[in-house]
């Protein structure tokens, strides 16, 4: 999946059955619904799970638990937007880098 089909299944009413664990928290936290993000990426003990969970967690103003999860990744500490944050992440899960 690319970074474009990505974004554009946004407008769908679930996720695509076929998205890793961690798309699909950064999915359902692009819908807005923070619960179903976080019950996804903490159910998979992956480090990509991980360093979404740190988003999420960074996102919520919770900085103590973002950065337990930012090193559960292996991720140090995002000191960019969130909204570059959320590009990053995105484009390394989907392996692209746009």
Known sequence: M?????????????????LSAPLAGLWWAAKGDWDQAHKIVQ?????????????????????????????????????DSLQAEWERIAATLLGSKT
């Not at 690319?2 to 076929?18: F, K, N, R, V």
């Open 43 to 79: 159910d998979d003990d992956s480090r990509e799970a991980a360093w979404v969970h740190a988003y999420l967690h960074r996102v919520e103003g919770d900085l103590g638990n973002a950065g337990y999860w930012y090193r559960q990744a292996g991720q140090p500490a995002a000191k």
């Open 2 to 18: 690319t970074m474009a089909a990505y974004i554009a299944s946004l407008d769908g009413a679930a996720p695509a059955p076929d």
